[in-house]
Protein backbone atom coordinates (compact mmCIF):
# COMPACT_ATOMS: atom_id res chain seq x y z
CA UNK A 1 0.00 0.00 0.00
CA UNK A 2 1.15 3.09 -1.38
CA UNK A 3 0.02 5.68 1.63
CA UNK A 4 2.76 8.10 1.30
CA UNK A 5 1.22 9.75 -2.08
CA UNK A 6 0.51 13.48 -2.24
CA UNK A 7 -0.97 15.57 -4.70
CA UNK A 8 0.40 18.60 -5.67
CA UNK A 9 -2.73 20.33 -6.60
CA UNK A 10 -6.72 19.89 -6.55
CA UNK A 11 -6.66 19.50 -10.44
CA UNK A 12 -4.51 16.53 -9.98
CA UNK A 13 -7.82 14.99 -8.80
CA UNK A 14 -9.33 14.09 -11.92
CA UNK A 15 -6.42 11.40 -11.95
CA UNK A 16 -8.33 9.62 -9.29
CA UNK A 17 -9.83 6.49 -10.89
CA UNK A 18 -13.48 5.78 -10.01
CA UNK A 19 -13.95 2.88 -7.61
CA UNK A 20 -15.85 -0.06 -8.21
CA UNK A 21 -19.64 0.09 -7.71
CA UNK A 22 -20.12 -3.36 -6.30
CA UNK A 23 -17.75 -1.91 -3.49
CA UNK A 24 -19.52 1.20 -2.17
CA UNK A 25 -23.56 0.79 -3.78
CA UNK A 26 -24.66 -0.58 -0.58
CA UNK A 27 -22.68 2.85 1.51
CA UNK A 28 -24.40 5.73 3.07
CA UNK A 29 -23.71 8.73 1.27
CA UNK A 30 -22.41 10.65 4.36
CA UNK A 31 -20.34 7.73 4.83
CA UNK A 32 -18.13 7.91 1.24
CA UNK A 33 -18.02 11.24 2.14
CA UNK A 34 -16.04 10.85 5.00
CA UNK A 35 -13.82 8.41 2.99
CA UNK A 36 -13.22 11.35 0.61
CA UNK A 37 -12.33 13.73 2.87
CA UNK A 38 -9.86 11.09 4.39
CA UNK A 39 -8.03 10.63 1.41
CA UNK A 40 -8.01 14.60 0.65
CA UNK A 41 -5.85 15.14 3.57
CA UNK A 42 -4.00 11.72 3.31
CA UNK A 43 -3.08 13.74 -0.45
CA UNK A 44 -2.24 17.02 1.42
CA UNK A 45 -5.24 18.75 0.03
CA UNK A 46 -7.39 21.15 1.76
CA UNK A 47 -11.29 19.55 2.26
CA UNK A 48 -13.39 21.83 1.22
CA UNK A 49 -16.82 21.89 -0.23
CA UNK A 50 -15.51 22.21 -3.84
CA UNK A 51 -12.52 19.69 -3.92
CA UNK A 52 -14.97 17.26 -1.56
CA UNK A 53 -17.78 17.61 -4.66
CA UNK A 54 -15.30 16.76 -7.18
CA UNK A 55 -13.87 13.52 -5.53
CA UNK A 56 -17.12 12.36 -4.41
CA UNK A 57 -17.97 12.25 -8.31
CA UNK A 58 -14.77 10.65 -8.81
CA UNK A 59 -14.43 8.51 -6.56
CA UNK A 60 -18.43 7.38 -6.77
CA UNK A 61 -19.52 8.31 -10.12
CA UNK A 62 -23.13 6.29 -9.71
CA UNK A 63 -23.88 8.08 -6.06
CA UNK A 64 -22.60 11.50 -6.93
CA UNK A 65 -23.66 12.49 -10.56
CA UNK A 66 -26.07 14.71 -11.68
CA UNK A 67 -29.32 12.59 -12.91
CA UNK A 68 -29.53 14.43 -16.38
CA UNK A 69 -25.65 15.12 -16.92
CA UNK A 70 -23.83 12.35 -14.79
CA UNK A 71 -20.90 13.40 -16.07
CA UNK A 72 -20.77 16.66 -13.59
CA UNK A 73 -21.20 16.13 -10.16
CA UNK A 74 -23.92 16.98 -8.11
CA UNK A 75 -23.16 19.53 -5.47
CA UNK A 76 -25.93 19.13 -3.65
CA UNK A 77 -25.53 15.95 -2.85
CA UNK A 78 -22.26 16.73 -1.48
CA UNK A 79 -23.39 19.30 1.16
CA UNK A 80 -26.42 17.12 2.38
CA UNK A 81 -23.91 14.65 3.20
CA UNK A 82 -21.81 17.01 5.25
CA UNK A 83 -24.11 17.56 7.02
CA UNK A 84 -25.45 14.55 7.98
CA UNK A 85 -22.27 13.81 8.54
CA UNK A 86 -21.78 16.40 11.40
CA UNK A 87 -22.39 16.74 15.03
CA UNK A 88 -26.10 16.89 14.84
CA UNK A 89 -26.48 13.75 12.82
CA UNK A 90 -23.80 11.28 12.63
CA UNK A 91 -20.83 12.94 14.29
CA UNK A 92 -18.28 11.94 11.81
CA UNK A 93 -16.84 15.04 11.06
CA UNK A 94 -16.67 18.64 12.36
CA UNK A 95 -15.55 21.74 10.68
CA UNK A 96 -16.74 24.15 7.93
CA UNK A 97 -15.98 25.41 4.38
CA UNK A 98 -14.24 28.19 6.02
CA UNK A 99 -12.25 25.84 8.32
CA UNK A 100 -12.10 22.82 6.34
CA UNK A 101 -13.44 19.47 7.39
CA UNK A 102 -11.74 16.66 9.74
CA UNK A 103 -12.75 13.30 10.83
CA UNK A 104 -14.00 12.53 14.34
CA UNK A 105 -12.95 9.99 16.50
CA UNK A 106 -16.18 8.08 15.66
CA UNK A 107 -15.26 8.93 11.88
CA UNK A 108 -12.35 7.24 12.59
CA UNK A 109 -13.58 4.36 13.52
CA UNK A 110 -16.33 4.25 10.56
CA UNK A 111 -13.08 4.84 8.23
CA UNK A 112 -11.08 1.79 9.28
CA UNK A 113 -14.76 0.01 8.56
CA UNK A 114 -14.59 1.57 5.32
CA UNK A 115 -11.12 1.20 3.75
CA UNK A 116 -11.47 -2.68 4.71
CA UNK A 117 -14.92 -2.93 2.83
CA UNK A 118 -14.38 -0.34 0.05
CA UNK A 119 -10.76 -0.53 -0.77
CA UNK A 120 -8.28 2.21 -1.74
CA UNK A 121 -8.34 4.85 -4.24
CA UNK A 122 -6.32 4.02 -7.60
CA UNK A 123 -4.35 7.39 -8.38
CA UNK A 124 -3.37 7.40 -12.54
CA UNK A 125 -1.76 3.71 -12.35
CA UNK A 126 -0.98 3.76 -8.67
CA UNK A 127 -2.95 1.36 -6.65
CA UNK A 128 -2.68 2.47 -3.23
CA UNK A 129 -4.16 -0.98 -1.45
CA UNK A 130 -6.70 -3.37 -1.97
CA UNK A 131 -10.00 -4.08 0.12
CA UNK A 132 -10.06 -6.99 2.34
CA UNK A 133 -13.73 -7.21 3.97
CA UNK A 134 -16.80 -7.89 1.44
CA UNK A 135 -18.71 -5.09 0.81
CA UNK A 136 -21.57 -3.85 2.49
CA UNK A 137 -24.88 -5.80 2.23
CA UNK A 138 -28.36 -4.55 1.53
CA UNK A 139 -29.95 -4.03 4.81
CA UNK A 140 -32.23 -7.87 5.08
CA UNK A 141 -36.23 -6.49 5.46
CA UNK A 142 -37.97 -7.49 7.95
CA UNK A 143 -41.63 -8.20 8.17
CA UNK A 144 -43.36 -5.48 7.54
CA UNK A 145 -46.65 -4.79 9.58
CA UNK A 146 -49.32 -2.24 8.76
CA UNK A 147 -47.85 0.91 10.32
CA UNK A 148 -44.74 0.36 8.66
CA UNK A 149 -46.52 0.35 5.25
CA UNK A 150 -47.48 3.51 6.44
CA UNK A 151 -44.49 4.91 6.99
CA UNK A 152 -42.72 3.64 3.45
CA UNK A 153 -46.00 5.42 1.75
CA UNK A 154 -45.45 8.30 2.78
CA UNK A 155 -41.74 8.86 2.23
CA UNK A 156 -42.24 7.00 -1.10
CA UNK A 157 -44.74 9.99 -1.73
CA UNK A 158 -41.91 12.56 -0.93
CA UNK A 159 -39.34 11.04 -3.16
CA UNK A 160 -41.84 11.16 -6.25
CA UNK A 161 -42.76 14.38 -5.70
CA UNK A 162 -41.93 17.44 -7.69
CA UNK A 163 -40.98 18.80 -4.35
CA UNK A 164 -38.39 16.55 -4.14
CA UNK A 165 -37.48 16.74 -7.39
CA UNK A 166 -36.85 20.72 -7.12
CA UNK A 167 -34.78 19.75 -3.44
CA UNK A 168 -32.43 17.60 -5.60
CA UNK A 169 -31.13 19.41 -8.49
CA UNK A 170 -31.88 23.21 -6.73
CA UNK A 171 -31.83 25.39 -3.65
CA UNK A 172 -35.48 25.84 -2.28
CA UNK A 173 -37.39 28.91 -3.00
CA UNK A 174 -40.32 31.08 -2.32
CA UNK A 175 -42.06 29.99 -5.37
CA UNK A 176 -41.60 26.17 -4.20
CA UNK A 177 -44.20 26.96 -1.56
CA UNK A 178 -46.95 25.27 -3.92
CA UNK A 179 -44.63 21.78 -4.35
CA UNK A 180 -44.29 21.67 -0.33
CA UNK A 181 -48.88 21.97 0.08
CA UNK A 182 -48.80 19.33 -2.60
CA UNK A 183 -46.01 17.48 -1.29
CA UNK A 184 -47.06 17.28 2.13
CA UNK A 185 -50.31 16.89 1.50
CA UNK A 186 -51.43 20.13 3.41
CA UNK A 187 -53.14 23.72 2.02
CA UNK A 188 -52.88 27.07 2.70
CA UNK A 189 -55.92 27.69 5.33
CA UNK A 190 -54.84 24.78 6.92
CA UNK A 191 -54.10 25.81 10.40
CA UNK A 192 -50.25 26.25 11.41
CA UNK A 193 -50.82 23.74 14.27
CA UNK A 194 -52.09 21.31 11.94
CA UNK A 195 -49.29 21.95 9.12
CA UNK A 196 -46.79 21.28 11.95
CA UNK A 197 -47.88 18.03 13.05
CA UNK A 198 -47.83 16.96 9.63
CA UNK A 199 -44.38 18.05 9.18
CA UNK A 200 -43.18 16.19 12.38
CA UNK A 201 -44.93 12.62 11.56
CA UNK A 202 -43.03 13.07 8.38
CA UNK A 203 -39.74 13.51 9.72
CA UNK A 204 -40.91 10.78 12.82
CA UNK A 205 -41.64 9.15 9.25
CA UNK A 206 -38.24 9.26 7.88
CA UNK A 207 -36.35 8.71 11.39
CA UNK A 208 -38.14 5.52 11.64
CA UNK A 209 -37.11 4.24 7.85
CA UNK A 210 -33.21 5.33 8.78
CA UNK A 211 -33.89 7.80 5.42
CA UNK A 212 -31.31 10.56 6.61
CA UNK A 213 -32.16 12.29 2.86
CA UNK A 214 -36.00 12.78 3.62
CA UNK A 215 -34.83 13.85 7.05
CA UNK A 216 -32.92 16.62 5.44
CA UNK A 217 -35.44 17.81 3.03
CA UNK A 218 -38.15 18.37 6.03
CA UNK A 219 -35.16 20.05 7.29
CA UNK A 220 -34.76 22.37 4.67
CA UNK A 221 -38.44 23.24 4.04
CA UNK A 222 -38.67 24.06 7.86
CA UNK A 223 -36.26 26.42 7.82
CA UNK A 224 -37.13 27.85 4.13
CA UNK A 225 -40.56 27.69 4.95
CA UNK A 226 -40.42 28.61 8.77
CA UNK A 227 -44.18 30.80 8.83
CA UNK A 228 -45.54 28.21 7.63
CA UNK A 229 -45.59 26.18 10.72
CA UNK A 230 -46.07 28.94 13.10
CA UNK A 231 -48.87 30.58 13.73
CA UNK A 232 -49.64 34.55 13.29
CA UNK A 233 -52.29 34.51 15.99
CA UNK A 234 -52.04 35.39 19.04
CA UNK A 235 -54.12 33.63 22.29
CA UNK A 236 -56.59 36.95 22.87
CA UNK A 237 -57.88 36.95 18.96
CA UNK A 238 -57.89 32.72 19.70
CA UNK A 239 -60.12 33.54 21.99
CA UNK A 240 -62.39 36.50 20.00
CA UNK A 241 -62.75 34.00 17.15
CA UNK A 242 -64.40 31.43 19.24
Known amino acids: MNSQLTLKTEKDLLSVQPMSPSRYQNEQLAALTVYSIYWLRQWGLRPTVETITVLN ?38 GSNQRGYAITPAGQVLMEELLRRIGYPQVGTTVLGKAIDAPRQPTARRRERPRDLDFKAEVAKLRSSKLFERWTSTTLEDRDLIHVYSALGIFDHTPAAAKRRKLIDLKDSARKLDDGEIGQLLEDVERTFAGLFVSTVGPRQRRQRR
Open 57 to 94: HRLFPLRFAMNVFPEFPDANRTLRSLLQSGPKYRGWLS
